[in-house]
């Protein structure tokens, strides 16, 4: 079975300073990682992957994340954060026991502030 | 290309009632997930299916709830004789598949939610 565990539940954090959101998890298979983002009262829209290849990934509006094995971690960065990237952030694992099923973590509300 | 769509965007049922929530997966998607979302609280996954077919329905509550996703029509998510503690947000995603040699196989594309308030 897997879990996720995002460390943080808030992180407040000023326009143009970088941001880290953290995340780490368990698995007994190989897993699938995922970053993603919830604006209010919207869906989920995913922001990166990490399938296989490259352990920095990169994604849509500026975030990357980079998959450390040894750490079992999936931290998502952004170098320099703008007021629209407040929103929930949801982080997720993906393995393929016959079927894949996706468990995500409780998310970490960013909130940036001018 | 329309996305996943779900509906009722909005449900308010009273205690005792029956909620019905309806989702059709993206086009050429062929596997859907329900996920609840309660105030302040992170996706807690809920059932997998595929058409005519449930994968894994282990985060679903053993009473009232059942989902479905026959052959023609959209997947349905019901919960029978609802009480307040329902009330959440019920999200429907879909993906192409299950083939782990599919690259993006496993990536959700999720539909805007369906509020469930019960009073």
């Known amino acids: 079975a897997q879990s996720v565990t995002q460390l943080d539940s808030q992180v407040p954090v000023f326009e143009e300073a970088p941001v880290e959101l953290r995340c780490n998890y368990s698995s007994s298979v190989s897993v699938y990682l995922f970053w993603y983002v919830q604006y209010p009262n919207q869906g989920l829209q995913l922001l990166l992957k990490y399938l296989s290849g490259s352990t920095l990934v990169k994604g849509i509006n500026g975030f990357e994340a980079e998959f450390n094995k040894s750490q079992t971690s999936f931290h998502l960065r952004k170098p320099s954060v703008h007021i629209s990237d407040t929103a929930e952030y949801f982080c997720?694992?993906?393995?393929?026991?016959?079927?894949?099923?996706?468990?995500f973590g409780a998310g970490t509300r960013l909130f940036v502030k001018a | 290309n329309a996305g996943v769509m779900q509906n009722p965007r909005h449900l308010v049922r009273r205690r005792g009632q029956e909620a019905r929530l309806r989702c059709s997966p993206m086009k050429g998607h062929s596997h859907v997930y329900w996920y609840r979302q309660l105030p302040e609280e992170g996706l807690k996954f809920m059932v997998y299916?595929?058409?005519?077919?449930?994968?894994?329905e282990s985060g679903m509550p053993k009473e009232r709830f059942s989902a479905e996703f026959p052959k023609e029509g959209p997947s349905i998510l019901r919960i029978q004789q609802v009480v307040r503690g329902d009330s959440a947000a019920y999200f429907c995603a879909s993906s192409p598949g299950t083939s782990p040699l599919r690259s993006g196989a496993n990536v959700l594309t999720f539909g805007a939610g369906s509020r469930l308030t019960v009073l």
């Open positions: 997720a694992v993906s393995a393929f026991t016959g079927g894949f099923k996706t468990i």
């Open positions: 299916l595929q058409k005519e077919n449930i994968i894994d």
